[in-house]
């Protein structure tokens, strides 16, 4: 994931946390391994060995691309998980400059979901083209790991580099019941007693989490209980260049080709779940100085650092 | 396919929603690998009489999403002596062993006790659980277990139910079983004499069709007994702290409900010189239906820290017996797993219609009776500590420690003759010690 990942979990016993754990690690290193740009054996990989002919997609990648395909839907174009090729025109890296128009322009006829093949579950990239997962696949890795955990005893909270998903225990009643083997003794007769489940137990309380200012570490520009749901944050707070005395984002508009001017260096949104956190939060990056007003339409908590 | 993007922002919220719930909805099933392994000993004894020890594992395997596959697998053994049935006397008595090779000695005024006891049995179930419908459960089994006079097979299943966002939960279960009792030396005849004159150890005769064995000593090697029960239950989230039960259960038996290895004591009547001294002794003789109905309810509170946990069951059945139960437990956590559960159970019952401490040389025979003190008037009590929440790495280990006290209370018929004086009705005790481990891997 690039990014620490960590899980925090409140349980009666200390197995169900370490279960909880191994459950967590293994899904972020699954989804890593499989979706993973920079990995030759992930299907990102492989689909684009296959670039100019049919490939067939297993189950879960194809409801990543679809999901994919209804937020570019939704977004007008916006989110585009081919946009990825514009990195070879845009460097990010510290005294780098902006690329001009041309080289730009060059790399468009690239970019676009439009010229995906795209006939769930089978898919046929154009020549030249790229998908990146990137943009999903980290809140999509909280949300399952989110979902695992969510089958144990416990509250937890899954943090995959700042993007974090709340997992409130199964149920307000859940019972601390002890798995047991052995309740009735042999031979004493008709007494017996149905004992199975446990005694109410006091609902959870919220996981105290920071909104971090991107203009410095450690710096909470906002401190809230987390109880359920997700918060993502969007931003180019590290990724960015000045030239000019101009400020160019890491977003880019597939449509443009360019960093959305007056976007907000960082938003954060809290939804029910983390790719939806995520995609509103990129979404919002898209609307430049709109944002704030996207957010408001949209309802959805947010908090932007411009 | 070409699309184009439309233009909706209205509907992102929602759409986005929708999207999502499909990304991670029909959750691809869900990769947890859960196995659950328990396990338990109970060590039971009741000084001077049974001593029994058994072991008990238990493997739950969860797959696909919230399915659960369990294997159950029970070993006792029991050794010792129990009660006979037989009432004590003022000169010592002798026994025929159940095996009819042998015999046994019981001294002057004690308890008559068949010290032959040797058992050793096997037991499994099965059971598979599963989402049914929604906010339900569905569950199947199959159980069986074998000691060497005694084999049961049967069948289970079971729903469950939430509502009311799983407040309440109904549930419904039905069993079956069919027994099969080939008792040492043959199964003896109703109410056929002890020893060589019961007819024990000739094997070979035939129940007639009317199911009732052949009057003169005649008996089947083997017998069989069919258990069905049923049981309704509610459980209902009351606050945040309580939550109650209830549940009604039906049980029938039918088939032979005697238990082989007891008898009566035949007494010389009042007016007899010889009075209250044993003429001989006859094998016991109960229905051949029993149907048992139970009513329980029982309330669960946390109060701070601690789980109070009071219940209630009162039993009936068409043997005239009825039972009162009452138990309380409190459980008070100390330290931040570890938890004390000290509880105490009473329990009463009545005699069943048919409970005869003796028969009386010379009276008409009942049409059944039976003088096996379980089924006797008695109060007993429980007291006991559980102690539990050990962790040692992913094992979690609990103890119990266990003192069962049975009161037996004289039956309607009066001591008479040399029988007076003598303790016709032996209190007996029993200690537990359990120890019982989980684990999820």
């Not at chain 1, 080289?103 to 030249?128: A, M, N, T």
């Not at chain 2, 005239?320 to 329990?347: N, Q």
């Amino acid at each position: 994931m690039a990014s620490p990942c960590e899980l925090l979990a409140r349980t009666e016993k200390k197995s169900t946390a370490e279960k909880a754990l191994a459950l967590v690690s293994d899904e972020a290193w699954r989804i890593e391994t499989k979706f993973s740009r920079y990995r030759e054996d992930s299907v990102v990989a492989e689909i684009h060995r296959a670039r100019g002919s049919w490939i067939t997609l297993d189950d879960e990648t194809t409801r990543l691309l679809l999901f994919a395909q209804q937020v570019w839907e939704l977004s007008s174009g916006s989110f585009d998980i081919t946009s990825g090729v514009l990195r070879r025109a845009w460097s990010f890296q510290p005294g780098s400059v902006p690329p001009d128009q041309e080289s730009v322009e060059q790399l468009l006829p690239l970019v676009g979901w439009s010229r995906v093949d795209f006939d769930p579950p089978k898919i046929r990239l154009p020549e030249g083209m790229e998908i990146d997962l990137g943009g999903i696949g980290k809140e999509y890795a909280v949300d399952r790991a989110a979902e695992l955990v969510g089958q144990l005893e416990g509250a937890y909270l899954v943090n995959f580099g700042g993007d974090l998903r709340a997992v409130p225990p199964r149920d307000g009643r859940q019972t601390t019941e002890r798995f047991r083997a052995h309740d009735e003794p042999p031979g004493a007769g008709p007494e017996s007693s149905d004992d199975r489940s446990g005694p109410a137990r006091e609902s959870a309380i919220g996981w105290s989490v920071g909104v971090e200012s991107p203009l410095a570490d450690e710096v909470a520009i906002a401190e809230l209980q987390l109880t359920s749901g997700a918060l993502a944050t969007s931003g180019d707070a590290k990724r960015a260049v000045v030239h000019g005395g101009v400020r160019y984002g890491h977003v880019l508009d597939p449509r443009t080709g360019w960093p959305v001017p007056g976007a907000p260096r960082s938003v954060t949104v809290h939804a029910p779940t983390c790719v939806e956190a995520g995609m509103v939060a990129t979404l919002a990056l898209l609307q430049g100085p709109d944002a704030e007003s996207f957010l408001e339409e949209q309802g959805f908590r947010h908090w932007c650092v411009r | 396919m070409q699309l184009s993007p439309r233009k909706n922002p209205a509907s992102l919220r929602t759409g986005l929603a929708l999207a999502a719930a499909s990304l991670l909805g029909p959750r691809a099933a869900s990769a947890t690998q859960d196995v659950e392994v328990g396990s338990g000993v109970l060590v039971y004894t009741e000084p001077g009489r049974v001593s029994a020890l058994e072991a008990v594992a238990l493997v739950t395997r969860n797959f696909w999403d919230k399915h659960k596959l369990s294997l159950r697998v029970v070993y006792d053994t029991l050794t010792g002596a129990s009660p006979n049935g037989a009432v004590a006397s003022r000169s010592p008595q002798t026994f025929t062993r159940p095996s009819g090779s042998g015999s046994y000695s019981v001294k002057a005024g004690e308890t008559p006790l068949d010290d032959t006891f040797k058992d050793t049995r096997f037991a499994g179930s099965l059971t598979y659980d599963r989402p049914f419908l929604s906010a339900g459960r569905w569950n199947v089994g199959v159980q069986g277990s074998g000691e060497h006079d005694y084999l049961s097979i049967g069948a289970s299943t079971g729903i469950t139910r939430e509502f009311d966002r799983k407040n309440t939960t109904l549930s419904l279960g039905v069993s079956g079983s069919r027994d099969e009792i080939s008792p040492e030396g043959g199964v003896p005849t109703a109410f056929a004499e002890m020893g060589a004159a019961t007819g024990r150890h000739e094997d070979d005769f035939v129940r007639g069709d009317d199911g009732e064995y052949d009057e003169n000593g005649g008996e089947g090697s083997n017998d069989t007994k069919t258990v069905v029960d049923g049981v309704i239950g509610l459980t209902q989230v009351v606050s945040r702290t309580t939550l109650v039960r209830f549940n009604y259960s039906i049980s029938n038996s039918s088939g032979y409900l005697n238990d082989p290895y007891k008898f009566l004591s035949v007494l010389y009547g009042p007016d007899d010189p010889s009075a209250g001294d044993p003429v001989t002794y006859l094998y016991e003789k109960r229905p051949d239906t029993h149907t048992k109905h139970s009513l329980y309810a029982q309330a669960k509170k946390r109060i701070a820290s601690t789980t109070l946990d009071l219940s209630y069951r009162f039993l009936w059945d068409d043997w005239g017996i009825t039972s009162h139960t009452a138990e309380l437990k409190h459980r008070v956590p100390i330290g931040e797993t570890v938890y004390f559960e000290p509880h105490v159970r009473l329990y009463e019952q009545t005699a069943a219609d048919f409970y005869r401490t003796y028969l009386v040389s010379g009276d008409a025979l009942p049409a059944e009776a039976s003088a096996d003190p379980r089924l006797g008037p008695m109060t007993a009590i429980t007291v006991g500590n559980r102690v539990g929440g050990f962790h040692v790495g992913e094992q979690e280990f609990a103890v119990a420690l266990e003192y069962y006290h049975q009161f037996l209370k004289d039956g309607d018929q009066p001591a008479y003759g040399s029988l007076e004086g003598l303790d016709l009705s032996e209190d007996m005790g029993a200690f537990m010690f359990r120890i019982s481990h989980g684990w999820e891997p």
